[in-house]
C-alpha cells in the first residue's frame, strides 16, 4: 500500500479479500477473542479488517458459559462467503451467531 495514500481514500471494499478471510477462518470453529486478535492484529490503522468485520455484522463476540469470550460468523457473515465464493464448512458451533454484539 503506498505510504502517501490518505487513509479516506481507502475503500472498505478494499479489504473484502483480508474480511472474507477472516471469516473463513472463524468459521471453521468458534475462536476466542483472544485468538483472533492475537492473529489478526495490525500495527497498520488502515487495515482495519477486524472492525469493519464487526461494523458489517459479518462477526460477533459473545460470552459462552465454559469458553468465555467467543469470536462466530454470523449468518450475514455466512451469506458474505457464500456470495463471494467461499466455502463455509458443516457448523458445529457452540451457539448460532445471528446478529453483531452491542
Known amino acids: 500500500m503506498p505510504q502517501n495514500l490518505d487513509p479516506h481514500e481507502l475503500d472498505s471494499h478494499d479489504l473484502d479479500p483480508l474480511i472474507l478471510d477472516l471469516l473463513e477462518w472463524i468459521a471453521r470453529e468458534p475462536r476466542s477473542h483472544a485468538d483472533v486478535l492475537d492473529a489478526w492484529r495490525t500495527s497498520c490503522p488502515r487495515l482495519t479488517v477486524w472492525e469493519d468485520c464487526i461494523d458489517r455484522g459479518f462477526a460477533t463476540r459473545m460470552h459462552v458459559a465454559g469458553h468465555g469470550s467467543v469470536v462466530q460468523v454470523t ?3 455466512l ?12 457448523r458445529s458451533a457452540l451457539t448460532t451467531a445471528t ?3 452491542a
Open 99 to 101: 446478529s453483531p454484539a
Open 75 to 77: 449468518t450475514a457473515g
Open 79 to 90: 451469506s458474505f462467503l457464500q456470495q463471494h465464493g467461499r466455502v463455509t464448512p458443516k
